[in-house]
C-alpha cells in the first residue's frame, strides 16, 4: 500500500468509527442542550439498544428472515422501545431531581448506568451473543482500498437518521418546541408549550438514535455484549464537547473529527494504537483551553 | 402522580425480576457421587473424621464470571468424587470459595477471607492481575497456593516458594508459538494486545523470542477492551505486511479482530493465544475464522483421559466445562495427593510434597514442578478451526 | 400530594437527628465512642474483617480529598484516580527501582500529586464546570494508558515487589498494622477537611461554590482558590495511593480505571457533599455494601444501583448533607 492509499483508508475507517459516535453523541447532546444533564447511562442504552435488536431478531428470523429486511425491522423496533426505555428513565429518575443540585441528577445518571449494565449482565449471564447475520465482505475496490457493502449501507444509513433529525428539529412543531426549551424553560412555560412532554419526547429520540446505532453496531461487527455501551459511551462524550455540548451539528460533526483523530493517530509513528486514546484526549484538553465552547459550541454566561 | 409512586411500580419491576433471577442464577448443588464404589454398596455413606478446608479463589463476578463458575463446579466435582472415596486422610475435604472478581482489591479481601477461614491450601487464580497481590498474603499465611490458570511471568517472580503453577507459562507459549510460526515458514510477526497483564506479558515473551531468533516483528499492536472498531488498527497491520497476526488476548475481541482483519483484507496467517480458545470465538469470526490456529492449554474435549470427567460435568451442571475447568480440577487433586503423601496438614510438609509431586498425571497432562514451582513440560498444543470447530493441528 | 409532605416530614426529621448529633458534647462523645471501639476491633476481628474494614479507612481518605474538591468548591472532577495512581505510582517506582526508602518517597508523591494538579487545573479551571468534567475525565484516562504504556510504571502488568516500610520499629506487614495506619491517615484527613473548611480558604470555596460572580466581585481571585482545592485534593489522592501501594505491594493500571473515579465519587455525593460525616458514611456505603451482599453474587451491584437510585431520588442532597443557611 502506498502512503497515500493507506491515508484514504484510514481517513474512510475513521468516518465509519466516527458515524457511529455522533449517533450516539447527539443523545448526549440533546439531552444536555434541554435539561443540562450529562446523561451518564446513555452509553448503556445503546447496550441495551442492541441487545433488543438482537432478541428482535431472533423472534424475526423464523418469520421475515434475519436478511437485510428482518435487520431493518429488528432496528424500527428497537429504536421504539429503548426510546421508550428512555421516556421511562426520564420519568422515574431524573424528572424528580430537576430542581435539586446539578451532581445529584448527574449521580442519579451513574447509578442509572449501574443499574442498566448489571441488569443485562444478570440476564445475560454476562456472555457474548453473535448476531447471526453474516453479511459477508463483498464490496467495491479501489486500487489498494477496499470497501464492503455493509461499511456503505451504514453510514448512508447513519447520514439518513441525521437528516431526519435535522429535519425535525428544525422544520417541525416539537423540533421548534425543544430548541425553545433549551434556550428559556419558564418562558416556554407561560407560552404554553409542554415543557415535560417536550424533555420525554427529547429523551425518546436521543435513545431511539442510540438504539439504532447499537443495532447497527451488532450487525457490523457480529457479537456484542454487556460492557459495549462503556467505550462508545465515553468516546461520544467526548465528541460531543469537542462539537460543542448542546449543539446538534456540534455532536455530528465532534464524531467525525474524533473518529477521523483515532484513526490518524494510530498510523502516526510517535502515536501508534497504544497512545491513540491518549492523542484524541491531548487535542480534547487542547482544544477546549484554546476554544472553550468545543468547535460549533455557543458561548454563553453559566448559571449555576 | 406523585413520585413515590412511580420509585414504587420501578421497584417492584426490579424486585420481581432480582427475585426471577436470584432463582435462575443460583449454581446447582455439588455434584453427587460419581458411579463407583460409593453407589455399589446402596445407602451407605461414608463417615468421615472431621473436615479439611480447601479454599478456592476465582472471580464469581464481574465480566470474567462465566469462568470463575465453570472453575468452581469443576473443583466442586473433584472434591465430590475424593469424599465419595473417602476423602482424604479419612476426612471430609470441604470447599470455602473466595471472589477475587478479578480485581486486585477485592481479591485481596478475599485472599484474607479464606486465610481467616484457616484453610490447608488454595486452589484457584484466573486473571493474573488479581492473582498477584494475593500469592504474598498467602505466602505470609504459610498456605500453599495452586495458581490453576493465571500464567503470567510475573507471579513466578513473586513467589517465594509457597505458590505452584499447574497452566503453562507464557514462556511455555511463546515457545509454541514460535515453532508455529516457523513451521508455517513465517518471517514477518504481527503482534496484537489488549493491555492487561496477561497479553502483553505473552506478546513480550513472544518478540522477545522470535527477534532473538533472527526474525521480525514489524507491528505491536494494542486495542482496548470493550472497543469494538479495530479497522484503524487492521490498516496499519496491513500497510506493514505481516506473515502473520499473534493475537494474544482473549476470545470476545479477538472474534472481532479475525474478522476485521479478513473484512480488511488481510490474507496472511492468523494466531491467537490461548485466552482465545473458546469455540465462541469461532461464533464471532463467523467464516471468517476458517484456518485461524489458537495455541493453548490442552482442552478436555481433546484428552481422551478427559472423557469421564466431561460425561460426570455435564450430568451434573447441565453444561459445557469451559476452557480452565480442567484444571481447576486438576488442582484439587493435586492437592489431595500432596495431603496424602505428606500424611498432614502441616504446611511445611504439605509445600514440600507439593513441590516433589512425582509426574501427576492430570486432565491437563503431566503435572511435576521445576525449581521455580512452574510445570516441568510444557503442556501446550496448537489447534485450528476447520469448519467452525477446532481440530488438533499435528 | 400528601406524599409528598411526608417526604418533607421524614426528612426534617433525620435532620433533627442529624442535628442533635452535631451537638458538640455529643459529637465529642460519639468520637470518643467511635475511636475506642475502632482500636479495640483487632482484639475480635478476624483477617477478613481487617482488611475489609482498612478497605474502608483507605477510601474514607480518597472520599475526603474528592470531597475538597467536589464538596467544598463544587468542582467536578471525574479523574480522580488519576491522583490516586501518581502517588502510588511514584511510591512504587521509587522503593521498587531507585531502593527508596518509603518513608521518603511521600514527599516526591505529594510533590508530583500536587504538580499534576496544577498542570491540569491551571489552565481548564476556567472552564465551565461540565466542560472541567471531561478534561478531568481525559486527564484521568491519560493517566492510565501512561502507566499501561511506559516501562518505567512495568507496562500493563504493572510494578510487584514494593518494599514494605518500617515504623517505630515494627516491619509493616501484618493486616492490623496496616489497619492501624490507615485509621491513623483517617484521622489525619478528618482533622485537615474539618480545619480547611472552617478556614478562610474553606469560605473562599464556599462563596465560590454559591455564587462564583460575587465571589469574584468580592475580591476572590477564582481560578487560584480553585486551584487550591484541587492541589490539596490531589495531594490527597496522592498520599492514598502511596499507602495503598505498600499494602498492596504490587500495583498495576487497571486499578485506575474510570469506573474507580466513578465510584469515589458517587460515595461523596451519596453520603452528603461537604460533610465529613456524610462522606464518611458514603464510603462506608461504598465498601461494606458489596461486601455484606457478596453471597448474592452478580445481583449484589444491582441492588447497588438501584438503591443508589432510590436514596438519590427520595433525598437528593445525600444521606447526610450539609446544612446550608
Same mark, same amino acid.
Given at each position: 500500500?502506498?502512503?497515500?492509499?493507506?491515508?484514504?483508508?484510514?481517513?474512510?475507517?475513521?468516518?465509519?468509527?466516527?458515524?457511529?459516535?455522533?449517533?450516539?453523541?447527539?443523545?448526549?447532546?440533546?439531552?444536555? =442542550?434541554?435539561?443540562?444533564?450529562?446523561?451518564?447511562?446513555?452509553?448503556?442504552?445503546?447496550?441495551?439498544?442492541?441487545?433488543?435488536?438482537?432478541?428482535?431478531?431472533?423472534?424475526?428470523?423464523?418469520?421475515?428472515?434475519?436478511?437485510?429486511?428482518?435487520?431493518?425491522?429488528?432496528?424500527?423496533?428497537?429504536?421504539?422501545?429503548? =426510546?421508550?426505555? =428512555?421516556?421511562?428513565?426520564?420519568?422515574?429518575?431524573?424528572?424528580?431531581?430537576?430542581?435539586?443540585?446539578?451532581?445529584?441528577?448527574?449521580?442519579?445518571?451513574?447509578?442509572?448506568?449501574?443499574?442498566?449494565?448489571?441488569?443485562?449482565?444478570?440476564?445475560?449471564?454476562?456472555?457474548?451473543?453473535?448476531?447471526?447475520?453474516?453479511?459477508?465482505?463483498?464490496?467495491?475496490?479501489?486500487?489498494?482500498?477496499?470497501?464492503?457493502?455493509?461499511?456503505?449501507?451504514?453510514?448512508?444509513?447513519?447520514?439518513?437518521?441525521?437528516?431526519?433529525?435535522?429535519?425535525?428539529?428544525?422544520?417541525?412543531?416539537?423540533?421548534?418546541?425543544?430548541?425553545?426549551?433549551?434556550?428559556?424553560?419558564?418562558?416556554?412555560?407561560?407560552?404554553?408549550?409542554?415543557?415535560?412532554?417536550?424533555?420525554?419526547?427529547?429523551?425518546?429520540?436521543?435513545?431511539?438514535?442510540?438504539?439504532?446505532?447499537?443495532?447497527?453496531?451488532?450487525?457490523?461487527?457480529?457479537?456484542?455484549?454487556?460492557?459495549?455501551?462503556?467505550?462508545?459511551?465515553?468516546?461520544?462524550?467526548?465528541?460531543?464537547?469537542?462539537?460543542?455540548?448542546?449543539?446538534?451539528?456540534?455532536?455530528?460533526?465532534?464524531?467525525?473529527?474524533?473518529?477521523?483523530?483515532?484513526?490518524?493517530?494510530?498510523?502516526?509513528?510517535?502515536?501508534?494504537?497504544?497512545?491513540?486514546?491518549?492523542?484524541?484526549?491531548?487535542?480534547?484538553?487542547?482544544?477546549?483551553?484554546?476554544?472553550?465552547? =468545543?468547535?460549533?459550541?455557543?458561548?454563553?454566561?453559566?448559571?449555576? | 402522580?406523585?413520585?413515590?409512586?412511580?420509585?414504587?411500580?420501578?421497584?417492584?419491576?426490579?424486585?420481581?425480576?432480582?427475585?426471577?433471577?436470584?432463582?435462575?442464577?443460583?449454581?446447582?448443588?455439588?455434584?453427587?457421587?460419581?458411579?463407583?464404589?460409593?453407589?455399589?454398596?446402596?445407602?451407605?455413606?461414608?463417615?468421615?473424621?472431621?473436615?479439611?478446608?480447601?479454599?478456592?479463589?476465582?472471580?464469581?463476578?464481574?465480566?470474567?464470571?462465566?469462568?470463575?463458575?465453570?472453575?468452581?463446579?469443576?473443583?466442586?466435582?473433584?472434591?465430590?468424587?475424593?469424599?465419595?472415596?473417602?476423602?482424604?486422610?479419612?476426612?471430609?475435604?470441604?470447599?470455602?470459595?473466595?471472589?477475587?472478581?478479578?480485581?486486585?482489591?477485592?481479591?485481596?479481601?478475599?485472599?484474607?477471607?479464606?486465610?481467616?477461614?484457616?484453610?490447608?491450601?488454595?486452589?484457584?487464580?484466573?486473571?493474573?492481575?488479581?492473582?498477584?497481590?494475593?500469592?504474598?498474603?498467602?505466602?505470609?499465611?504459610?498456605?500453599?497456593?495452586?495458581?490453576?490458570?493465571?500464567?503470567?511471568?510475573?507471579?513466578?517472580?513473586?513467589?517465594?516458594?509457597?505458590?505452584?503453577?499447574?497452566?503453562?507459562?507464557?514462556?511455555?507459549?511463546?515457545?509454541?508459538?514460535?515453532?508455529?510460526?516457523?513451521?508455517?515458514?513465517?518471517?514477518?510477526?504481527?503482534?496484537?494486545?489488549?493491555?492487561?497483564?496477561?497479553?502483553?506479558?505473552?506478546?513480550?515473551?513472544?518478540?522477545?523470542?522470535?527477534?532473538?531468533?533472527?526474525?521480525?516483528?514489524?507491528?505491536?499492536?494494542?486495542?482496548?477492551?470493550?472497543?469494538?472498531?479495530?479497522?484503524?488498527?487492521?490498516?496499519?497491520?496491513?500497510?506493514?505486511?505481516?506473515?502473520?497476526?499473534?493475537?494474544?488476548?482473549?476470545?470476545?475481541?479477538?472474534?472481532?479482530?479475525?474478522?476485521?482483519?479478513?473484512?480488511?483484507?488481510?490474507?496472511?496467517?492468523?494466531?491467537?493465544?490461548?485466552?482465545?480458545?473458546?469455540?465462541?470465538?469461532?461464533?464471532?469470526?463467523?467464516?471468517?475464522?476458517?484456518?485461524?490456529?489458537?495455541?493453548?492449554?490442552?482442552?478436555?474435549?481433546?484428552?481422551?483421559?478427559?472423557?469421564?470427567?466431561?460425561?460426570?460435568?455435564?450430568?451434573?451442571?447441565?453444561?459445557?466445562?469451559?476452557?480452565?475447568?480442567?484444571?481447576?480440577?486438576?488442582?484439587?487433586?493435586?492437592?489431595?495427593?500432596?495431603?496424602?503423601?505428606?500424611?498432614?496438614?502441616?504446611?511445611?510438609?504439605?509445600?514440600?510434597?507439593?513441590?516433589?509431586?512425582?509426574?501427576?498425571?492430570?486432565?491437563?497432562?503431566?503435572?511435576?514442578?521445576?525449581?521455580?514451582?512452574?510445570?516441568?513440560?510444557?503442556?501446550?498444543?496448537?489447534?485450528?478451526?476447520?469448519?467452525?470447530?477446532?481440530?488438533?493441528?499435528? | 400530594?400528601?406524599?409528598?409532605?411526608?417526604?418533607?416530614?421524614?426528612?426534617?426529621?433525620?435532620?433533627?437527628?442529624?442535628?442533635?448529633?452535631?451537638?458538640?458534647?455529643?459529637?465529642?462523645?460519639?468520637?470518643?465512642?467511635?475511636?475506642?471501639?475502632?482500636?479495640?476491633?483487632?482484639?475480635?476481628?478476624?483477617?477478613?474483617?481487617?482488611?475489609?474494614?482498612?478497605?474502608?479507612?483507605?477510601?474514607?481518605?480518597?472520599?475526603?480529598?474528592?470531597?475538597?474538591?467536589?464538596?467544598?468548591? *463544587?468542582?467536578?472532577?471525574?479523574?480522580?484516580?488519576?491522583?490516586?495512581?501518581?502517588?502510588?505510582?511514584?511510591?512504587?517506582?521509587?522503593?521498587?527501582?531507585?531502593?527508596?526508602?518509603?518513608?521518603?518517597?511521600?514527599?516526591?508523591?505529594?510533590?508530583?500529586?500536587?504538580?499534576?494538579?496544577?498542570?491540569? *487545573?491551571?489552565?481548564?479551571?476556567?472552564?465551565?464546570?461540565?466542560?472541567?468534567?471531561?478534561?478531568?475525565?481525559?486527564?484521568?484516562?491519560?493517566?492510565?494508558?501512561?502507566?499501561?504504556?511506559?516501562?518505567?510504571?512495568?507496562?500493563?502488568?504493572?510494578?510487584?515487589?514494593?518494599?514494605?516500610?518500617?515504623?517505630?520499629?515494627?516491619?509493616?506487614?501484618?493486616?492490623?498494622?496496616?489497619?492501624?495506619?490507615?485509621?491513623?491517615?483517617?484521622?489525619?484527613?478528618?482533622?485537615?477537611?474539618?480545619?480547611?473548611?472552617?478556614?478562610?480558604?474553606?469560605?473562599?470555596?464556599?462563596?465560590?461554590?454559591?455564587?462564583?460572580?460575587?465571589?469574584?466581585?468580592? *475580591?476572590?481571585?477564582?481560578?487560584?482558590?480553585?486551584?487550591?482545592?484541587?492541589?490539596?485534593?490531589?495531594?490527597?489522592?496522592?498520599?492514598?495511593?502511596?499507602?495503598?501501594?505498600?499494602?498492596?505491594?504490587?500495583?498495576?493500571?487497571?486499578?485506575?480505571?474510570?469506573?474507580?473515579?466513578?465510584?469515589?465519587?458517587?460515595?461523596?455525593?451519596?453520603?452528603?457533599?461537604?460533610?465529613?460525616?456524610?462522606?464518611?458514611?458514603?464510603?462506608?456505603?461504598?465498601?461494606?455494601?458489596?461486601?455484606?451482599?457478596?453471597?448474592?453474587?452478580?445481583?449484589?451491584?444491582?441492588?447497588?444501583?438501584?438503591?443508589?437510585?432510590?436514596?438519590?431520588?427520595?433525598?437528593?442532597?445525600?444521606?447526610?448533607?450539609?446544612?446550608?443557611?
Amino acid at each position: 500500500m502506498s502512503l497515500q492509499e493507506i491515508i484514504l483508508q484510514q481517513l474512510i475507517n475513521g468516518l465509519l468509527i466516527g458515524s457511529f459516535y455522533s449517533l450516539v453523541a447527539l443523545g448526549y447532546t440533546m439531552v444536555y =442542550g434541554i435539561i443540562k444533564l450529562l446523561n451518564f447511562a446513555h452509553g448503556d442504552i445503546y447496550m441495551v439498544g442492541a441487545f433488543v435488536g438482537f432478541a428482535l431478531l431472533g423472534v424475526f428470523s423464523t418469520a421475515i428472515g434475519a436478511g437485510w429486511l428482518g435487520i431493518v425491522a429488528a432496528m424500527l423496533c428497537s429504536m421504539v422501545l429503548v =426510546g421508550l426505555l =428512555g421516556v421511562v428513565i426520564q420519568r422515574v429518575a431524573y424528572r424528580p431531581l430537576l430542581k435539586a443540585p446539578r451532581l445529584s441528577i448527574l449521580i442519579t445518571a451513574v447509578g442509572m448506568s449501574l443499574v442498566l449494565y448489571n441488569f443485562v449482565m444478570v440476564l445475560t449471564n454476562g456472555e457474548y451473543k453473535a448476531f447471526n447475520t453474516d453479511l459477508g465482505f463483498s464490496g467495491v475496490s479501489l486500487g489498494a482500498l477496499y470497501i464492503t457493502y455493509t461499511q456503505i449501507v451504514l453510514v448512508v444509513a447513519t447520514a439518513l437518521l441525521m437528516l431526519g433529525l435535522h429535519w425535525f428539529i428544525n422544520k417541525t412543531m416539537y423540533g421548534k418546541a425543544m430548541r425553545a426549551i433549551a434556550i428559556d424553560q419558564d418562558a416556554c412555560r407561560l407560552m404554553g408549550i409542554n415543557v415535560n412532554k417536550t424533555i420525554a419526547l427529547t429523551f425518546f429520540v436521543g435513545s431511539a438514535l442510540a438504539a439504532a446505532a447499537g443495532v447497527m453496531a451488532g450487525v457490523y461487527y457480529g457479537s456484542i455484549h454487556f460492557f459495549m455501551g462503556f467505550v462508545i459511551g465515553l468516546k461520544a462524550f467526548t465528541a460531543a464537547v469537542i462539537g460543542g455540548i448542546g449543539s446538534i451539528p456540534g455532536a455530528m460533526l465532534g464524531g467525525l473529527v474524533l473518529g477521523l483523530l483515532e484513526a490518524l493517530g494510530t498510523q502516526l509513528p510517535m502515536v501508534g494504537s497504544e497512545w491513540k486514546d491518549v492523542f484524541a484526549f491531548v487535542i480534547l484538553i487542547l482544544l477546549l483551553v484554546f476554544k472553550p465552547t =468545543g468547535i460549533l459550541g455557543k458561548s454563553e454566561i453559566e448559571r449555576m | 402522580m406523585s413520585k413515590k409512586l412511580w420509585v414504587l411500580l420501578l421497584m417492584i419491576g426490579l424486585l420481581t425480576f432480582a427475585v426471577a433471577g436470584c432463582g435462575g442464577s443460583s449454581t446447582p448443588a455439588p455434584a453427587p457421587a460419581p458411579e463407583g464404589e460409593a453407589t455399589g454398596g446402596g445407602e451407605e455413606t461414608v463417615s468421615f473424621d472431621g473436615q479439611l478446608k480447601i479454599g478456592f479463589m476465582a472471580p464469581m463476578t464481574g465480566s470474567e464470571a462465566t469462568y470463575g463458575k465453570d472453575m468452581e463446579n469443576a473443583a466442586k466435582l473433584a472434591m465430590a468424587e475424593i469424599n465419595a472415596k473417602g476423602g482424604v486422610l479419612g476426612k471430609e475435604l470441604v470447599m470455602v470459595t473466595g471472589d477475587d472478581a478479578c480485581d486486585p482489591q477485592q481479591a485481596t479481601a478475599a485472599a484474607s477471607k479464606l486465610v481467616s477461614e484457616n484453610v490447608v491450601a488454595v486452589v484457584g487464580g484466573y486473571c493474573s492481575g488479581s492473582t498477584l497481590p494475593t500469592v504474598k498474603i498467602y505466602a505470609d499465611a504459610d498456605i500453599p497456593f495452586v495458581i490453576v490458570a493465571a500464567n503470567s511471568t510475573r507471579l513466578i517472580d513473586e513467589n517465594v516458594g509457597k505458590a505452584f503453577m499447574i497452566n503453562g507459562t507464557g514462556l511455555h507459549q511463546g515457545e509454541k508459538a514460535v515453532e508455529l510460526f516457523n513451521r508455517i515458514g513465517a518471517k514477518k510477526l504481527a503482534l496484537v494486545h489488549q493491555g492487561d497483564g496477561y497479553s502483553e506479558d505473552l506478546a513480550r515473551i513472544t518478540q522477545d523470542l522470535w527477534e532473538a531468533a533472527g526474525n521480525e516483528v514489524v507491528a505491536m499492536e494494542v486495542v482496548n477492551k470493550g472497543e469494538q472498531n479495530f479497522s484503524s488498527i487492521v490498516t496499519s497491520i496491513k500497510s506493514k505486511n505481516p506473515d502473520v497476526v499473534y493475537w494474544t488476548a482473549y476470545f470476545a475481541d479477538g472474534g472481532l479482530l479475525i474478522k476485521q482483519l479478513r473484512q480488511g483484507g488481510y490474507t496472511g496467517d492468523i494466531v491467537v493465544g490461548d485466552g482465545s480458545n473458546s469455540p465462541q470465538l469461532l461464533e464471532i469470526a463467523g467464516q471468517a475464522s476458517e484456518g485461524v490456529y489458537v495455541t493453548t492449554n490442552p482442552l478436555v474435549e481433546y484428552m481422551p483421559v478427559a472423557k469421564e470427567f466431561i460425561d460426570n460435568y455435564k450430568s451434573a451442571y447441565s453444561q459445557e466445562p469451559g476452557p480452565y475447568s480442567a484444571l481447576a480440577y486438576d488442582g484439587v487433586y493435586l492437592v489431595a495427593d500432596a495431603i496424602e503423601r505428606a500424611g498432614s496438614v502441616e504446611s511445611a510438609g504439605l509445600i514440600q510434597a507439593l513441590a516433589d509431586t512425582p509426574e501427576y498425571q492430570g486432565l491437563s497432562g503431566v503435572i511435576s514442578f521445576k525449581d521455580d514451582n512452574t510445570l516441568e513440560q510444557s503442556n501446550f498444543v496448537i489447534l485450528q478451526a476447520k469448519g467452525g470447530k477446532w481440530e488438533l493441528a499435528e | 400530594m400528601n406524599t409528598e409532605k411526608n417526604i418533607t416530614t421524614q426528612t426534617r426529621l433525620t435532620d433533627n437527628i442529624y442535628a442533635g448529633l452535631e451537638k458538640k458534647p455529643v459529637l465529642y462523645g460519639i468520637f470518643a465512642l467511635l475511636i475506642v471501639a475502632v482500636l479495640l476491633v483487632p482484639q475480635f476481628a478476624n483477617n477478613y474483617l481487617l482488611e475489609i474494614f482498612t478497605n474502608t479507612w483507605f477510601y474514607i481518605v480518597l472520599c475526603l480529598g474528592l470531597n475538597i474538591v467536589v464538596g467544598y468548591a *463544587g468542582l467536578l472532577d471525574l479523574g480522580y484516580a488519576a491522583f490516586f495512581a501518581i502517588g502510588a505510582y511514584t511510591t512504587g517506582i521509587l522503593s521498587s527501582q531507585f531502593g527508596m526508602n518509603f518513608w521518603l518517597t511521600l514527599p516526591f508523591s505529594i510533590l508530583f500529586s500536587a504538580l499534576s494538579g496544577v498542570i491540569i *487545573g491551571g489552565p481548564t479551571l476556567r472552564l465551565r464546570s461540565d466542560y472541567l468534567a471531561i478534561v478531568t475525565l481525559g486527564f484521568g484516562e491519560i493517566i492510565r494508558i501512561a502507566a499501561r504504556n511506559l516501562s518505567i510504571t512495568g507496562g500493563a502488568s504493572g510494578l510487584i515487589g514494593i518494599e514494605r516500610p518500617y515504623l517505630f520499629g515494627i516491619y509493616l506487614s501484618k493486616i492490623h498494622h496496616f489497619y492501624y495506619l490507615f485509621f491513623l491517615l483517617v484521622i489525619l484527613a478528618v482533622i485537615v477537611s474539618y480545619r480547611l473548611h472552617y478556614s478562610r480558604l474553606g469560605r473562599a470555596w464556599q462563596y465560590i461554590r454559591e455564587d462564583e460572580d460575587a465571589a469574584e466581585a468580592m *475580591g476572590i481571585n477564582r481560578v487560584q482558590i480553585k486551584l487550591y482545592a484541587f492541589v490539596i485534593g490531589a495531594i490527597f489522592g496522592g498520599m492514598a495511593g502511596s499507602f495503598y501501594a505498600i499494602k498492596m505491594t504490587a500495583i498495576s493500571p487497571e486499578t485506575f480505571v474510570f469506573t474507580q473515579s466513578a465510584m469515589i465519587l458517587l460515595a461523596v455525593v451519596l453520603g452528603g457533599m461537604g460533610k465529613i460525616p456524610g462522606v464518611i458514611l458514603g464510603a462506608c456505603a461504598l465498601v461494606l455494601f458489596p461486601e455484606i451482599f457478596r453471597e448474592i453474587g452478580q445481583m449484589r451491584m444491582l441492588l447497588f444501583g438501584i438503591v443508589l437510585l432510590i436514596i438519590m431520588i427520595f433525598r437528593p442532597q445525600g444521606i447526610w448533607p450539609e446544612r446550608r443557611n
